[in-house]
């Protein structure tokens, strides 16, 4: 079974901290995502990735940045934490090996930022 | 400019009937369509997907139609249980290079089922 974990299911966090949010997945995949759902809003893509240190804005990157150093690593990072954003954040991952790619997310985590 | 709809953001069916969500989508560079199941506090979970060359692909108790002339969608669970009551996604694929793709999601229609 394809596994993807991410660091913490619940965080809280104050106006202005550096916000690290981590993302691994055990099946190989070279593909991984980053999305926030919101209520009315649907799942909206952040940032994703398809190789090591590489990465390409979605539909929503401002505040955010990406750091995919390994793998099976991929990490969303808040540069300075603001209220608007507050949200459940999902990583997934997919493999390039499939004619289309399904995409297998994480549990996600709850950010609420003060 | 959303690219995928889902227009009903809820539904509610008896246990045993049928459940109907619908998707309309509006880039016709879509070719590879995909419903998720979500439930709160966990990640969505794959549950049907369908190519563009197809017009229903079946999966047990889910079959999923596409009217490509009418860029419209749709997923019927029969019969549905209440274990069925979740937020359901639509989701479409886009071309972003060669080495990966990435999805665009619908808002989501919560289903609930009854007993």
């Known amino acids: 079974d394809v596994k993807v974990t991410q660091s913490s299911r619940y965080l809280v966090k104050r106006t202005g901290e550096k916000v690290f949010l981590e993302c691994v997945q055990d099946m190989d995949h070279e593909n991984m995502f980053w999305y926030r759902q919101d209520p009315g809003l649907g799942l909206r893509l952040i940032y994703f990735s398809y190789d090591v240190k590489m990465k390409e804005k979605g539909d929503i990157p401002e505040g955010y940045s990406v750091s995919r150093e390994k793998k099976e690593r991929f990490s969303l990072i808040l540069e300075s934490a603001s209220t608007n954003q507050t949200s459940m954040y999902l990583c997934?991952?997919?493999?390039?090996?499939?004619?289309?790619?399904?995409?297998?997310f994480g549990p996600g985590t709850r950010l609420l930022v003060l | 400019d959303q690219q995928v709809k889902q227009n009903s953001p809820s539904l509610s069916v008896q246990e045993g009937r049928i459940s109907i969500l619908n998707c309309d989508y509006t880039?016709?560079?879509?070719?590879?369509f995909l419903w998720y199941k979500k439930y709160p506090a966990e990640g969505p979970t794959f549950l049907i997907s369908i190519s563009s060359i197809k017009d229903k692909n079946e999966d047990g108790r889910f079959t999923v139609f596409l009217n490509k002339s009418a860029k419209h969608l749709s997923l019927h669970i029969v019969p549905s249980q209440p274990g069925d009551s979740a937020v359901y996604f639509c989701a479409a694929t886009r071309g972003i290079n060669q080495a990966g793709t990435a999805l665009i999601f619908g808002k989501g229609t919560t289903l609930s089922v009854s007993s």
């Open positions: 880039n016709s560079m879509f070719d590879y």
């Open positions: 997934a991952s997919s493999s390039r090996d499939t004619l289309r790619e399904t995409q297998y």
